[in-house]
């Protein structure tokens, strides 16, 4: 705070070189548009309002930009613009696998592969064709053609990779889960789809154990009729008895039956559905998110090369599994031609500083991952810059939860003082970020630097009014290629538009406070329907936690704000504690950050001690599923329990519900 009393502006804590600037590719399409098309601009924001202004203009400049190849041209960039209901390039015909496999660039390094045993694999852009092409004749030979859908039990590793290209090459339309995911959870999503082939491993690896998963595929197959062929690869044994899951194609034999066989690029439509994501399934059958072929390129490229600074020399690295959306925009990273990272295994394993070595190990240059990972470390007092070599990473990246401040500041401390380390935030729904990294802006703290380009993205009030440093409703007043292009088995679109057009119609409405300022960059609230409604203020609830995870002694936190029958509120606190704390002499100090932090209508009612938070497996709070129980809804009809990573810890707030 000020002497004034005044909210202190947030601290510009890092600034691109003018070396960076001028090597950035977003500095060259700059520089493009004004030689090709007489555009010129002189900030980020002149640029991002000309995105979102003249959203032909823009999206067909990134077709010519980036050299879409296109065995049949558009007719028109956009058909119809309403939402939803949006045509995209109309007419065109190509395919998303063909641009990752671009035989024009140079041979390289495509994948690099770690787990917890330490080994390093690595696979060239050549092999990785070679792969590819042997992966798509096998699977024609079992019959998978064009919009049939190929559905995937694998952990993050390069066959997962390589089936999933094999399967784009096709025409064919692509799914997949981690094998973390339980039986349940795994057939809500894949039986959506009615899949003819299903790839899964004998099982995976993960905080130094193994898990044995023949017995769950087993039941996916009989759970899933259409499914016509399942292929197994061997990851825990090396050649395991699959009595147990009946009759299979193992990996091996499903390349081989199609070695030497050329790399095909089916042709389809734009809109042509590339894969199928879903929704996290808290709180109910989780929703089929299907995204087309054009959409997905284009918004990658766009993002991967301008936001992200992509390129060839680059080593992208995000931590994800195959069940979230961050995944498949690991995956996108082959289009710029940079190689990428992946690893399996938990990130705490032995401990926080894993991937730390990983970075050196493999010489990553773009370290993504999430906001808990490095608050985590910076609660475990780890020092990456001290211990490892990091001179070849460039840039830091976060995501699935708003990054605070002192995250911030312990990165630029402790990871590295030059490094660009941009928070961003966006959805499954679209895989991709509304707001996010530029290279060329400052970074400050607590803020996402900028709104992404071509993402008419605003704030608006409850009466749909736009707001400049007000917290609002995230929404969107124009479309974007990589929405949904349906919601499967929703006949009529009922339930796409029930999700995201309900409350404003013609306007998708996201479900994240957003706060925007006048500068351009945003700070997230948390989510809208989990905001604390407290005698009419509203306060996300990612502040609730930055103040109270700054107590050292606070691990982790859940807040939730119940409406109870007889009209009054209710806001607890819930909170993991390190093993030497006590709550009783903590409680002050809570009360008192949250008091002066937040607001002195944000202090809760009780604040109550618990093992540990209950998270999706992509780390996710489950903030509203929990909210749920504790309003006495059966936990079973409250969240999908198989989607989460610690299904037990709703065992505590499930017994808390018959007390309140």
Known sequence: ????????????????????????????????????????????????????????????????FFEVRASRSYRRVLGRREMPGVEWFSGAELNFAEHVLDDRRPDGDAIVHADECGGIRTLSRVELRAQVAAAAAGLRRLGVGRGDRIVAYMPNIPETVVAFLACASLGAIWSSCSPEFGAGSVIDRFAQVEPTVLLAVDGYRYGGRQFDRQEVVAGLVAAMPTVRHTVLLPYLEPSPDH?????????????????????????????????????????????AIVHGHGGVLLEHFKKLYLHFDLNENDRFFWFTTTGWMMWNVLVCGLLTGAAVVLYDGSPAHPDLDVLWGLVERTGVTCFGTSARFLVSCMKAGVEPGRDHDLRRLRTVGSTASPLPPEAFRWVYEHVARDLWLFSTSGGTDVCSAFVGGCPLLPVHEGELQCRSLGVAVEAWDEQGRPLVDGVGELVLTQPMPSMPLYLWNDPGGHRYRESYFARYPGVWCHGDWIRFTERGSAVISGRSDSTINRQGVRMGTSEIYRAVTAVPQVLDSLVVDLHRPDGEDVMLLFVVLRESAELTTLQ???????????????????????AEVPRTLSGKVLEVPVKRILMGIPADRAASVDSLANPRALDYFIELAGTL
Do not use: N
């Open 588 to 610: 002050g100090e809570i009360r008192r950050r949250i008091r002066e932090q937040c607001s002195p209508r944000h202090v809760p009612d009780r604040i109550l001690q618990i």
């Open 1 to 64: 705070m000020t002497a004034d009393g005044l909210a202190a502006p947030p601290t510009r804590i890092w600034q691109p070189s003018a070396e960076r600037v001028g090597g950035a590719t977003l500095t060259r399409y700059m520089g493009w548009l004004a030689d090709r098309h007489g555009l010129h601009f002189d900030t980020y924001d002149a640029l991002w309002r000309w995105s979102t202004s003249d959203l032909e203009g823009f999206w067909s400049s990134i077709w010519d």
């Open 243 to 287: 009595s147990t899951v009946g009759a299979t194609t193992s990996w091996e034999e499903l390349l081989a039956s199609g070695a030497g066989e050329p790399l095909q690029f089916q042709q389809v439509p734009f809109d042509h559905p590339l894969w199928v994501l879903y929704s996290s399934g808290t709180t109910g059958l989780p929703k």
